[in-house]
């Protein structure tokens, strides 16, 4: 294999693993980064949008130094609409070519770009003849709850929902065909990280009811050590609940699989049951190297992703219905 092809590959396979983590207060706004000169940083903004017809769309916006170069900036986002292939196009730009206006709270990558103000989010990513606009009606308003900041050593991580939930208008031109409009409920979050991929966490289980009302997040991690930080639910309006841990059961396979997770309270009592109904995708960049995954994960480790659609129960509650993630550290 030709040195430049196998630099292509393994680059690319870095921003996979770096990507399929969770997607910091922001420097001059809410789209602002915090650059930070570490080998082993990265920033990352997450739009998700899950429309009506049941498309669900992601466009992640991201800066880091892991893998080949630094200030790497790179645009990537991922279609799935029933029915029909998954479109999942990226872009990789250097140093020169992204930045950000604080006047105007703008973070450009190339040719994507997303823009907040008072009167919501846009987000715009032309990619591979094709484009994804994101049109959020809600303006973000940060936030993070207590055990967001992940320490190790003098490395840390953080993580903060811009958009819990919003009405979201979806503008799809894939490849070779016309332009679709469709309606639905967004999210977005911001993740700031020094600690490298492989040490930040075994498993991260995520649910997001986004086309409320009602709207629900619920975000929990375990870390290698057992610890569990942040794990909490957070529904509609008010602070989030802070939770003390979780367990994950697995029923099946790979791609015929399904996940439960159940999250218990500070007083050990149940608190939330999120259950997988049905796989939308599973995503493992790492694994899917082969004998040349050994390069990659020492730094990125070999995460694998369950997204699923799901419900949330909580007792005396009734059941909601979102996107659930199931985050592995390898399997």
């Not at 690319?12 to 001059?28: C, D, E, H, K, T």
């Not at 942040?230 to 529904?235: F, I, L, M, R, S």
Request: charged content about 25%.
């Amino acid at each position: 294999m030709r040195r430049d092809t196998l630099a292509r590959g393994l680059r690319a396979l870095w921003v996979g693993a770096l990507l399929s983590l969770p997607g910091v207060a922001a420097a001059g706004g809410v789209l602002g980064l915090s650059y930070d000169s570490s080998d082993r940083y990265g920033e990352s903004f997450s739009f998700v949008a899950d429309t009506e017809d049941g498309t669900y769309v992601t466009v992640n916006l991201t800066v880091t130094n892991i893998g080949p170069g630094s200030r790497t900036g790179i645009c990537r986002a991922t279609v799935l609409r029933p029915g029909k292939a998954v479109w999942s196009p990226q872009t990789r730009v250097g140093a020169k070519e992204w930045s950000y206006a604080p006047t105007t709270d703008t973070l450009k990558l190339g040719t994507c770009l997303a823009r907040a103000s008072d009167t919501g989010l846009t987000v715009d990513a032309p990619l591979d003849n094709g484009r994804v606009t994101l049109e959020y009606a809600r303006k973000p308003e940060p936030w993070s709850t207590d055990g967001s900041v992940v320490e190790e050593g003098k490395d840390r991580y953080r993580h903060e929902v811009l958009v819990a939930g919003s009405p979201v208008k979806v503008t799809l031109q894939m490849p070779k065909t016309e332009a679709v409009t469709l309606s639905g409920g967004g999210y977005a979050d911001h993740s700031r990280s020094t600690v490298a991929p492989a040490k930040l966490a075994k498993r991260w289980v995520r649910f997001r009811a986004i086309k409320g009302p009602p709207y629900a997040v619920v975000l929990g991690r375990e870390g290698h050590g057992g610890d569990y930080a942040p794990v909490y639910v957070w529904e509609d309006k008010g602070a989030a609940k802070l939770l003390e841990s979780f367990t994950l059961t697995q029923t099946g396979a790979k791609e015929k699989s399904t996940w439960r997770a159940e999250l218990t309270d500070r007083d050990g009592k149940p608190a939330v049951t999120l259950k997988g109904t049905s796989l939308l995708q599973r995503s493992a960049p790492v694994e899917s190297l082969g004998v040349l995954s050994g390069l990659v994960r020492p730094v990125v480790g070999s995460p694998v992703t369950y997204l699923l659609r799901g419900v949330m129960e909580r007792p005396g509650k009734a059941p909601v219905d979102g996107l659930m993630e199931v985050t592995l550290e390898g399997e």
